[in-house]
């Protein structure tokens, strides 16, 4: 059997590439399956091609619907899949609902699963992310970190310490393979951006899916944009609460489709400053050195916090810290964690092929 990658949402994509890319010259039998938990052009094709991902062998078409009702259609598309491919290793990235349904099946069909992304934890288990990562790391033969701390949770839960691997940070393998395409000034004359702005993204459950909530953030986000000009690429989650809160009705608030993956870190790359509640934008903006303000009470990615640009802000909080950024007009960014060097792909890829290499065929 083949390496098979099952990917689903848009943050996969970007992690999959270096380790598909890392197989591919190890000359790896390899297969993607695409589950379609994202499936618009902008959630998704885009990504393959700017990403040079291989066309997916076969997409499940699994689509949005409740948590039980898409982890449901996952499990059963999967496990069709895996019986008729029977996958040496199914390989699954970060903490989507395609990441643990797809570490279910194989696990139980005795198929192991490597877990690009392991060890991130919250702590806050009303997260359905802090849920997927903590029981696809139980079911996982290869852990793969991207920092020390979460080794440090995998052993903590019982995970032998001969299946971790602490491999640094694949969404920065491919954010430094493309640096030299991330052309703000492009970006800015394409979509008619100020030369100076923040750059803002919501799609949090917990932000965005509450009207009322929506509704608080936005005003936050008014008085970010009275200090400079907000740009916004809408995620399609957030789209109708914080529009119907009146998001663009702020001369200041610039709102966009979502923007594909070269053109989207362009425009984080030039902004003044990040506010955020996604996980991979602390990440990249610690290594671009763009100030991150991220609207939660928790991260599973301390350590941007610690050897990046990143703090967490609570709405309240939101308007003086951008105030306070906006004004200093730097960040400390001389630290980056460990690691994160862009060869984070080659590291799993050759740990993988050790690890298939020692199989019994
Ligand atoms: C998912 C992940 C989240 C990740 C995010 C990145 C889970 C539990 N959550 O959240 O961790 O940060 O992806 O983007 O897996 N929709 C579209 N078009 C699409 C995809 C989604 O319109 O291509 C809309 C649908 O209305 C859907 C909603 O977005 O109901 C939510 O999509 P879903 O995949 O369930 O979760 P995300 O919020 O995207």
Redesign the pocket.
């Given at each position: 059997g083949s390496i098979v990658h099952v990917l689903g949402?848009?943050?996969n994509f970007v992690k999959a590439a270096p380790v598909i890319g890392a197989l591919r010259a190890a000359n790896a039998e390899q297969a993607v399956v695409h589950t379609g938990?994202?499936?618009?052009e902008r959630?998704?094709e885009i990504f393959f091609h700017e990403l040079g991902l291989p066309e997916p062998d076969v997409n499940l078409g699994v689509g949005?619907g409740s948590?039980a009702a898409?982890t449901a259609a996952l499990l059963t598309g999967l496990e069709g899949e895996f019986t008729s491919r029977s996958p040496a290793l199914v390989i699954v990235y970060g903490?989507?609902?395609?990441t643990i349904a797809a570490a279910l099946v194989a696990a139980k069909l005795h198929i192991p699963v490597a877990h690009v992304e392991a060890g991130l934890r919250s702590f806050d288990m009303t997260m359905?992310?802090e849920v997927?990562r903590r029981l696809t790391d139980q079911l996982s033969d290869l852990c793969f970190a991207t920092s020390p701390e979460a080794v440090g949770h995998l052993a903590r839960e019982g995970v032998p310490v001969e299946r971790v691997h602490l491999v640094g940070n694949p969404m920065i393998d491919t954010l430094l393979a493309n640096l030299d395409k991330f052309d703000t000034a492009r970006v800015r004359a394409e979509h008619g951006l100020p030369e100076r702005y923040v750059l803002a993204t919501m799609?949090r459950p917990a932000n965005v899916d509450a009207p009322e909530t929506a509704a608080a953030l936005v005003r936050h986000l008014h008085g970010v944009a009275d200090l400079a000009d907000l740009v916004i690429p809408v995620?399609?989650?957030g789209r109708a609460n914080l529009l119907a809160a009146g998001l663009d009705d702020h001369p200041g608030v610039h709102v966009l489709e979502p923007l594909g993956y070269i053109d989207f870190v362009a425009a984080v790359r030039g902004a003044a400053a990040v506010v955020t509640d996604?996980?991979g934008l602390q990440e990249e903006t610690t290594i671009l050195g763009v100030p991150c303000l991220t609207v939660r009470p928790n991260t599973e990615r301390p350590i941007t916090i610690t050897h990046g640009t990143n703090r967490l802000v609570g709405f309240e909080e939101l308007v003086p810290a951008a105030r306070k950024v906006l004004e200093a007009g730097h960040v400390d960014a001389s630290r980056k964690p460990p690691l994160w060097d862009g060869q984070a792909g080659p590291r799993i890829a050759d740990v993988i092929m050790e690890y298939l290499g020692d199989q019994p065929a």
């Amino acid at each position: 059997g083949s390496i098979v990658h099952v990917l689903g949402a848009r943050p996969n994509f970007v992690k999959a590439a270096p380790v598909i890319g890392a197989l591919r010259a190890a000359n790896a039998e390899q297969a993607v399956v695409h589950t379609g938990q994202h499936y618009d052009e902008r959630m998704s094709e885009i990504f393959f091609h700017e990403l040079g991902l291989p066309e997916p062998d076969v997409n499940l078409g699994v689509g949005s619907g409740s948590h039980a009702a898409q982890t449901a259609a996952l499990l059963t598309g999967l496990e069709g899949e895996f019986t008729s491919r029977s996958p040496a290793l199914v390989i699954v990235y970060g903490d989507v609902n395609s990441t643990i349904a797809a570490a279910l099946v194989a696990a139980k069909l005795h198929i192991p699963v490597a877990h690009v992304e392991a060890g991130l934890r919250s702590f806050d288990m009303t997260m359905p992310e802090e849920v997927n990562r903590r029981l696809t790391d139980q079911l996982s033969d290869l852990c793969f970190a991207t920092s020390p701390e979460a080794v440090g949770h995998l052993a903590r839960e019982g995970v032998p310490v001969e299946r971790v691997h602490l491999v640094g940070n694949p969404m920065i393998d491919t954010l430094l393979a493309n640096l030299d395409k991330f052309d703000t000034a492009r970006v800015r004359a394409e979509h008619g951006l100020p030369e100076r702005y923040v750059l803002a993204t919501m799609h949090r459950p917990a932000n965005v899916d509450a009207p009322e909530t929506a509704a608080a953030l936005v005003r936050h986000l008014h008085g970010v944009a009275d200090l400079a000009d907000l740009v916004i690429p809408v995620h399609p989650r957030g789209r109708a609460n914080l529009l119907a809160a009146g998001l663009d009705d702020h001369p200041g608030v610039h709102v966009l489709e979502p923007l594909g993956y070269i053109d989207f870190v362009a425009a984080v790359r030039g902004a003044a400053a990040v506010v955020t509640d996604s996980g991979g934008l602390q990440e990249e903006t610690t290594i671009l050195g763009v100030p991150c303000l991220t609207v939660r009470p928790n991260t599973e990615r301390p350590i941007t916090i610690t050897h990046g640009t990143n703090r967490l802000v609570g709405f309240e909080e939101l308007v003086p810290a951008a105030r306070k950024v906006l004004e200093a007009g730097h960040v400390d960014a001389s630290r980056k964690p460990p690691l994160w060097d862009g060869q984070a792909g080659p590291r799993i890829a050759d740990v993988i092929m050790e690890y298939l290499g020692d199989q019994p065929a």
